[in-house]
Structure formats: structure tokens, C-alpha cells
């Protein structure tokens, strides 16, 4: 059985989405698109994406995530904010919108260590995780405060 999944969300930064994924136990490599960060997980099989996708919008307070998952072929999509599941559109409708990357990553046709940009929450430690989002943090701050 081949089964994929990639999380949306809109996180401008993908090594911010990869300290959150490392700080919320989600093993997966993090890709930057034209709409957000995408998490493709490293474990897709089962619940284990939905899971994830859970976890990620408990940090990401307010924030719709979706989880699509490719199982042999069939994409099905799912939404969550604050760690609830929210109604989100059919994953046909998803794709037929998203940016290329996502397309290729929910079909196989590329990988995310391919894609420029990748940061892996693997072997991030909850430390580094959390100084990582510090420091994104800053940085945001002090572009706002120039203008």
C-alpha cells in the first residue's frame, strides 16, 4: 500500500513550521510554497496525519490546518483549528487550486528532500525547537517595528 500526506498551513516560514512540527512530536520535512509551509510527514499511515495536522493547529492557535492524505491513489482531505476537526472543502478542489509543489508532493512525483527550501523536524530537539520559534519571532518583530 503507498500512502502520502502533507499538511497545509499557512506558516510563511518553514523552519518555524519545523520547530512547531519537532516541538509537537510530528516527524516530517518541511517545504515552503506559495501558500504556507508544508509538513509532509515522515509517518503517514493511518491516523497518524491527522494526528499531526491536530497537534500542529493546537500550537497554531486559530489557524486552519488541512491534512491531505494519498492512500493508493485516493486523496482525502481534512481541516483542523485549535485541535478540532473543521469542514474544509474535498481534496479535488484543494489540488485544483494549490501550487505545484503540493501536487507533486501529495502524488509522488517528487520528494521533499527535492525541494529547495527543506527543513526537517527530525532530530530537532525541543530546545532548539523552541529557540528556533524565538528567534523567527524576533526577527518578525523587528521588520514590524521598521515599517
Known amino acids: 500500500m503507498s500512502v502520502r500526506a502533507v499538511v497545509v498551513t499557512p506558516v510563511p516560514a518553514p523552519e518555524a513550521l519545523a520547530a512547531a512540527c519537532a516541538l ?79 501536487e507533486d508532493l501529495i502524488t509522488g512525483t517528487a520528494h521533499a528532500s527535492e525541494v529547495e527550501g527543506m527543513v526537517s523536524s527530525v532530530g530537532m530537539s525541543r530546545w532548539r525547537a523552541a529557540r528556533n520559534l524565538a528567534k523567527l519571532a524576533r526577527t518578525a518583530r523587528k521588520q514590524a517595528t521598521r515599517g
Not at 49 to 59: D, F, K, N, V, Y
Not at 73 to 97: F, H, K, R
Open 24 to 102: 509537537a512530536g510530528v516527524r516530517a520535512e518541511v517545504v515552503p510554497s506559495e501558500v504556507g509551509s508544508l509538513a509532509v510527514c515522515l509517518d503517514a499511515e493511518g491516523d497518524t496525519p491527522h494526528a499531526a495536522a491536530r497537534s500542529i493547529s493546537q500550537l497554531l492557535k486559530g489557524v486552519l490546518v488541512v491534512v491531505l492524505q494519498n492512500t493508493d491513489g485516493q486523496i482525502e482531505s481534512a481541516g483542523y483549528t485549535n485541535a478540532e476537526a473543521t469542514e474544509v472543502q474535498a481534496a479535488g478542489l484543494w489540488l485544483d487550486a494549490a501550487p505545484v509543489v503540493l
